[in-house]
């Protein structure tokens, strides 16, 4: 089994950062790739940046040069630095894995989220 394990969230003012932190652990063989999602109130969860083994990175156009998704592989550690934050970033951040079992099948798995407030 694996879990993730969210840290960071909280209320920030309009501008302000913020840095959120993932990490994995349990019966890991190897990652594929972990992110952030993000869902607001009334809305679908949406991706907000992803880093793959490799590493490539994916964000969100809405983030594009304001966060910064980054992995420290030898802790299985996903990391979201979040700058120049506007209220339409509030939300409930989620981090998502697909984590390799020993048979090298890759599986989803979900944190359980983090909130993201920021005020005007």
């Known amino acids: 089994q694996v879990q993730l394990v969210e840290s960071g969230g909280g209320l920030v003012q309009a501008g302000g950062s913020l840095r959120l932190s993932c990490a994995a652990s349990?019966?890991?063989?190897?990652?594929?790739?972990m992110g952030w999602y993000r869902q607001a109130a009334g809305k679908q969860r949406e991706l907000v940046a992803r880093i793959t083994r490799g590493p490539s990175t994916d964000y969100a156009d809405s983030v594009k040069g304001r966060f910064t998704i980054s992995k420290d592989n030898a802790e299985n550690t996903v990391y979201l630095q979040m700058s120049s934050l506007k209220p339409d970033d509030t939300a409930v951040y989620y981090c998502?894995?697909?984590?390799?079992?020993?048979?090298?099948?890759?599986?989803?798995?979900w944190g359980q989220g983090t909130q993201v407030t920021v005020s005007s």
């Open positions: 349990g019966s890991i063989f190897g990652v594929n790739a």
């Open positions: 998502y894995a697909e984590i390799m079992n020993q048979r090298a099948y890759s599986y989803g798995y």
